[in-house]
């Protein structure tokens, strides 16, 4: 997408493509007049805010109303567009970037989460129940329904997928499948689109009923249920779900500075790059940078921009990292492999302070490499975690 200056660009109509990124709006014109358009650019603000922090309802919170009097200053793209209205000539409407670096700064005065990217992609199957017989709503059936899904997936910033309906899944799942939540030809059918997590969806004369599988490769043991009026009220639950689940409050307080991250089971250099732009994506990290990689463990330095906890909560939330169990942790530092029985183990997340001294007291020999060969600085702060893709 082109950047444009400001004082150039008012005249200009920008692809209304711009809206779908996190700190873009697009906000319809009732008219031309001076007085609409600022109004759309507060519309589009608070819009934007409501996208990066996964909440709703922000007009009462006093950093927030601050930021609205000087949305001007705020702005980095400026434009118009269209939108398509049924059955009526299309809308004029305002296209409106804002530069993110001042959006979560609001955020962080605000005392309100950031819900960062990349966000869980979320595969819905719709059947209805209002007709004649229960029918399967696939993403070309042209039905209201899955428009308005769309809208509040797009208002919320939340990555929502629909069966396309072609020869596959009419013969990987029927109506009745769905209807009665068999797991099995649900999850086999769901398989393709690679989804992050799983909502099956009944629409009824009485609204909708939703059950959502959050993890779609845990659809057995990890579910969610939820009732609404209409399709755009169960994406809004939805997207609150899942902003409750990943986001993150940034602070700066001295408890969340800085923290040594260890990852083991990385394997090539396709574990190696995914796991470095998994950890450079995290809100809760301002910087980090690789310290040492010994065998299949990874060691790096990083800078919080939040708690630690919001850093496992956030991490672990990629269905690729989970934290090392306590029993994993000691095989690790003693330079054995963890065994298959360890690692069913349940236990308190793996964070701990490490001393000065605690390699010398494990026997390092010169023939093998430990995870701690080096001196560690004293009550050095560490997390450990396993890549597991």
Known sequence: MNRFVLALIACLWLPSALANDLYHASIPLENGAQTSQQAAKKQGLSAVLTKVSGQRNLSDNPAVKQALQE????????????????????????????????????????????????????????????GLERQIIWEQSERPVIDKLRQAAALRGLPVLIPVGDFDDLMAISSSDL??????????????????????????????????????????????????????????????????????????????????????GINNGNDYVALEKTLANLNAVQGVHLRKLNDDTLVFDAQLAASQQALIKELTANREVRLMTS???????????????????????????????????????????????????????????????
């Open 71 to 130: 949305v001007d200053s705020l702005i980095t793209q400026l434009g118009y567009g269209e939108t398509d209205t049924a059955g009526g000539a299309p809308t004029r409407t305002l296209e409106v970037g804002f530069d993110s670096q001042q959006v979560r700064e609001i955020l962080r005065q605000a005392g309100l989460p950031l819900w960062g990217s990349p966000r869980p992609s979320v595969l819905v199957w719709l059947v209805d129940d209002r």
């Open 179 to 264: 209807w009665g939540g068999f797991i099995q030809p649900v999850e086999e059918a769901s398989e393709r689109y690679q989804p992050d997590g799983i909502v099956i969806a009944k629409l009824t004369d009485q609204g909708i009923r939703w059950q959502l599988f959050p993890e779609a490769n845990q659809m057995q043991t990890n579910q969610t249920r939820g009732q609404a009026r209409n399709a755009a009220a169960m994406i809004h639950s939805l997207a609150d779900y899942y902003a409750q689940q990943t986001g993150v409050i940034l602070d700066q307080n001295d408890d969340s500075a800085s923290v040594v991250i260890a990852v083991g």
């Open 327 to 389: 029993q994993e942790q000691e095989a690790y530092t003693a330079n054995t492999s963890p065994t298959a029985s360890d690692a069913q183990h349940t236990t308190q997340p793996a964070v701990e302070l490490e001393q000065g001294e605690k390699a010398g007291e494990q026997g390092e020999s010169d023939s093998t490499q430990t995870l701690v060969p080096d001196p560690q600085p004293s009550a050095e702060k560490r997390l450990w975690f396993v890549w597991q893709p």
